[in-house]
């Protein structure tokens, strides 16, 4: 019998990795990948009128109103696929009402990742952040270079990604982290199993490095989750 798909957050502040992880660990995993500056940054491209709102405030490094965002990501997890095959849930929720509001719709994640990272490696990390618009792969001009002079020549920078945005995006961060974590700082206590909110704060890791501490965590999760079914 197939067990209940995987359904995992991930969570940290602008630049700490989220995007990268997601890469690796759907690559892994085959979970569907649903971020929501990706689906803000889709409504903007669309030209809709949600899209030119979001934009004023994703400018500003602010949160776009939960009117717009909550439904969008509410419907992307319902879509098929997310369903089917599990979802890793990237940059939502950023608030308390927004993680209320997805509890209310009955998403609860079996794992809470957070990423943290020291603010002085965060932001150089954005201003050297670039973005292969043909196959979406995330680079950093220092870190993880273009592999070949035809990808560097295509290679775009995100809007918000200027030193002062960053840190304005870094400041509604601060002020709304505490909050959301506490909403996932019981996941596990009341499903009996042991505690899966796991906080990772060692930048100098490698993507890869990163990536197999995430991955012995999950491990750990599918392992307990076997024990537990078959000890029904
Ligand atoms: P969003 O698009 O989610 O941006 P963000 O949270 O600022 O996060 P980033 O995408 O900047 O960074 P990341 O953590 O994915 O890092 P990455 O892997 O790229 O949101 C944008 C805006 O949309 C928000 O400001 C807000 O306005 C709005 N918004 C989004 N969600 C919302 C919500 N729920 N509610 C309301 N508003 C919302 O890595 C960064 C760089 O570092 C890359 O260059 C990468 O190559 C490099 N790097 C990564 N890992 C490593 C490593 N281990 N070592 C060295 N370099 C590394």
């Not at 995993?29 to 994703?58: C, F, P, Q, T, W």
């Not at 950023?94 to 794992?111: I, K, V, W, Y």
């Not at 290679?155 to 304005?168: G, H, M, N, S, V």
């Amino acid at each position: 019998e197939k067990s209940e798909p995987l359904k995992i957050m991930i969570s940290g502040a602008p630049a700490s990795g989220k995007g990268t992880q997601c890469e690796l660990i759907t690559h892994k995993y085959g979970l569907v990948h649903i971020s929501a500056g990706d689906l803000l940054r889709a409504e903007i491209a669309s030209g809709s009128e949600n899209g030119r709102r979001a934009k004023e405030h994703m400018e500003k490094g602010q949160l776009v109103p939960d009117e717009i965002v909550v439904m969008m990501v509410k419907d992307r997890l319902s879509q098929t696929d997310s369903e089917q095959n599990g979802w890793l849930l990237d940059g939502y929720p950023r608030s308390a009402s927004q993680a209320t509001a997805l509890r209310g719709f009955g998403f609860q994640p079996d794992l809470f990742i957070v990423l943290e990272v020291p603010e002085d490696i965060l932001i150089e990390r954005v201003v050297g952040r670039r973005l292969d618009p043909v196959t979406g792969k995330i680079y950093h001009l220092k870190y993880s270079p273009p592999e070949t002079e035809e990808i560097a020549a295509r290679l775009t920078q995100r809007f918000d990604d200027t030193e002062e945005k960053a840190k304005l995006r870094l400041k509604t961060h601060n002020q709304n982290v505490r909050d959301v974590l506490s909403m996932y700082d019981d996941i596990t206590i009341k499903e009996h199993r042991s505690k899966f909110t796991f906080k990772l704060n060692h930048s100098w890791y490698k993507p890869e490095e990163v990536l197999a501490q995430i991955d012995t965590t999950v491990s750990k999760l599918l392992q307990q989750r076997n024990t537990a079914s078959s000890s029904l």
